[in-house]
Antibody, heavy 121, light 107 residues
Framework: EVQLLESGGGFVQPGGSLRLSCTAS????????MSWVRQAPGKGLEWVSS????????YYADSVKGRFTISRDNSKNTLYLQMNSLRVEDTAVYYC??????????????WGQGTLVTVSS | DIQMTQSPSSLSASVGDRVTITCRAS??????LAWYQQKPGKGPKLLIY???TLQSGVPSRFSGSGSGTDFTLTISSLQTEDVATYYC?????????FGGGTKVEMK
């Protein structure tokens, strides 16, 4: 079965930076779009960013645009999220997710277990 | 951007009950709608995509319906293992917005 393993979470002060990684296995990584989705403590799911299989097309939520950068290294089967200018409201569990195409749209069919990012002074 | 509104935000039901959760899009999204189940401390799990197609391995007591702006997730006979929070998500285009979630508890 598909495996997605996030890493890189931790504690950071407001204004700081952090890079999350997601190592994928048991599927052909380069063929699939990938996403990051986050969940603040006790809150619902919030889509953060997506990237197509080639890495050339990316999408961002307005809440992170200009501060976060999604990227991927298909040779390493790894997805990244570079997070800069972090804010207290970015505190959340960040999930890596694999997307699958459905007639023009892309939905998530597998999720990782998440990595916690805490932004606090 | 299209907003996704789920109702109710929580519900309590007994084993064997029929449970219905609704999701409304602020604009039409055809059938680009997925439903996910999330148990505490775990990543979400895909239940339904294309508004009504059951993901492989998901019990047949789960079903989805709707198109355009109004969608429904139904659990035909609630089981104890179905206690979880359920989310809808539209995926026709970015942003891939989620509904606010429905927490299902056992009465």
């Amino acid at each position: 079965e598909v495996q997605l393993l996030e890493s890189g979470g931790g504690f950071v002060q407001p204004g700081g930076s952090l890079r999350l990684s997601c190592t994928a296995s048991r599927f052909i990584f380069s063929r699939y779009a990938m996403s990051w989705v986050r969940q603040a403590p006790g809150k619902g799911l919030e889509w953060v960013s997506s990237i197509r299989g080639s890495g050339t097309t990316t999408y961002y939520a307005d809440s992170v645009k200009g501060r976060f950068t999604i990227s991927r290294d298909n040779s390493k089967n790894t997805l990244y999220l570079q997070m800069n200018s972090l804010r207290v409201e970015d505190t959340a569990v960040y999930y890596c997710a694999k997307e699958v195409a459905d007639a023009g749209g892309w939905y998530v069919d597998y999720w990782g277990q998440g990595t916690l990012v805490t932004v606090s002074s | 951007d299209i907003q996704m509104t789920q109702s109710p935000s929580s519900l309590s039901a007994s084993v064997g009950d029929r449970v219905t959760i609704t999701c409304r899009a602020s604009q039409g999204i055809s059938n680009y709608l997925a439903w996910y189940q999330q148990k505490p401390g775990k990543g979400p799990k895909l239940l339904i995509y294309g508004a009504s197609t059951l993901q492989s391995g998901v019990p047949s007591r789960f079903s989805g319906s709707g198109s355009g702006t109004d969608f429904t997730l139904t659990i035909s006979s609630l089981q104890t293992e179905d206690v979880a929070t359920y989310y809808c998500q539209k995926y026709n285009s970015a942003p891939l917005t989620f509904g606010g979630g429905t927490k299902v508890e056992m009465k």
